[in-house]
């Protein structure tokens, strides 16, 4: 079972960067479809940018397109999103879960993912 731990949140300006990462521990991701979600408040919680195990297959919502990019450390226990060009409505609550899968399957919906590490809180001020 892995856990996750998610950290690189804090308050920046619009159009500033942050970049977050989620660590892993238990396992490596090699089996896991992942994720980033927000979750604003008085919002549902939605993908921000979704990968299958074998990190082939990747989907960005389209608000983030051109602006965040997902990488992953080598050894594969530690997960980064590269947020550029930050913008008021991204601000959130961010996540980072992962669910072990047996084939290349993405997953949209949070309800999907069983592991889930803490939060962390972006906040971009205009």
């Known amino acids: 079972q892995v856990q996750l731990v998610v950290t690189g949140g804090g308050l920046v300006q619009a159009g500033d960067s942050l970049r977050l990462s989620c660590a892993a521990s238990?396992?490596?991701?090699?089996?896991?479809?992942m994720g980033w979600f927000r979750q604003a408040q008085g919002k549902e919680r939605e993908f921000v940018v979704i990968?299958?195990?074998?990190?082939?297959?990747?989907v960005y919502t389209e608000s983030v397109k051109g602006r965040f990019t997902i990488s992953r450390d080598n050894a594969k226990t530690t997960a980064y999103l590269q947020m550029n060009s930050l913008m008021p409505e991204d601000t959130a609550v961010y996540y980072c879960?992962?669910?072990?899968?047996?084939?290349?399957?993405?997953?949209?919906?949070?309800?999907?993912?069983?592991?889930w590490g803490q939060g962390t809180q972006v906040t971009a001020t205009s």
């Open positions: 990968w299958s195990r074998s990190g082939n297959k990747i």
């Open positions: 879960p992962a669910r072990f899968n047996v084939d290349d399957s993405l997953y949209y919906g949070h309800p999907a993912y069983p592991y």
């Open positions: 238990g396992s490596t991701f090699d089996n896991y479809a």
